[in-house]
């Protein structure tokens, strides 16, 4: 390749990514918006200011764009959140995990509800990536609740369960947030909403676990 050309084939690139964050950035808005039946991909050329065949120059069609959105998502989360230590103990990695995952229900409400919808509506993409990759890391996670139960730094639970908890509890108040604002009182949730939130669910699993102090 010549010097003339690479300027020109990084601008190209540069476009390519900026474009491709633009429809995805305001794909995820409508999808959580519209829900993912109602949302059509003239709803999001419309809303991102593109023609409606720029979007089907990268995403050939409403299913390619869904299943880049979720993945963005998905990869959004397992890189916010953070592996268990071993030698930290079951107190502080619980608490750090529940506070992650609070402030995803916090940051990326939009990408909370998309998960949810998908789910509900068993799009096999999603389904397919927690098969073979939420359960690996399960598998992983559950080797060190073992190991912590071992030594008695916490009661036998079912990791299963504790993980299913856990995310119910704190994606509610992304998934459900109107909900959360009808109980709560108020027309938008505070930052110190969130902040009691993650004091309250680690008090429950704490204890509900038996953690003991490390």
Excluded at 27 to 50: C, H, N, P, W, Y
Excluded at 87 to 104: A, C, F, M, V, W
Excluded at 121 to 128: A, K, R, S
């Amino acid at each position: 390749m010549s010097e003339e050309k690479r300027p020109k084939d990084q601008l190209k690139a540069h476009i390519r990514a900026q474009n491709q964050a633009l429809i995805l950035e305001t794909s995820e808005r409508v999808f959580a918006r519209q829900g993912l039946a109602k949302t059509t991909t003239q709803m999001i050329a419309d809303e991102a200011g593109l023609p409606k065949a720029n979007v089907h120059y990268y995403y050939r069609s409403k299913k390619d764009l869904l299943e880049a959105v979720l993945e963005r998502i998905l990869r959004l989360w397992l890189d916010s959140v953070s592996e268990f230590n071993l030698e930290e103990g079951p107190k502080r990695n619980l608490t750090r995990y529940i506070s992650e995952k609070i402030d995803q229900s916090r940051i990326n409400k939009n990408a909370s509800k998309i998960f949810a919808m998908a789910l509900i509506g068993e799009e096999h993409f999603v389904l397919d990536y927690l098969r073979n990759l939420f359960v690996t890391e399960l598998k992983r996670e559950k080797a060190t609740i073992q190991a912590w139960v071992d030594k008695g730094l916490m009661a036998p639970v079912s990791t299963e369960h504790l993980f299913i908890s856990i995310w119910a509890m704190t994606q509610t108040y992304a998934d459900f947030d109107a909900q959360v604002k009808i109980m709560l009182q108020k027309d938008e949730l505070e930052e110190s909403d969130f902040d009691e939130a993650k004091q309250f669910i680690t008090r429950m699993v704490l204890a509900g676990c038996g953690v003991v102090e490390h």
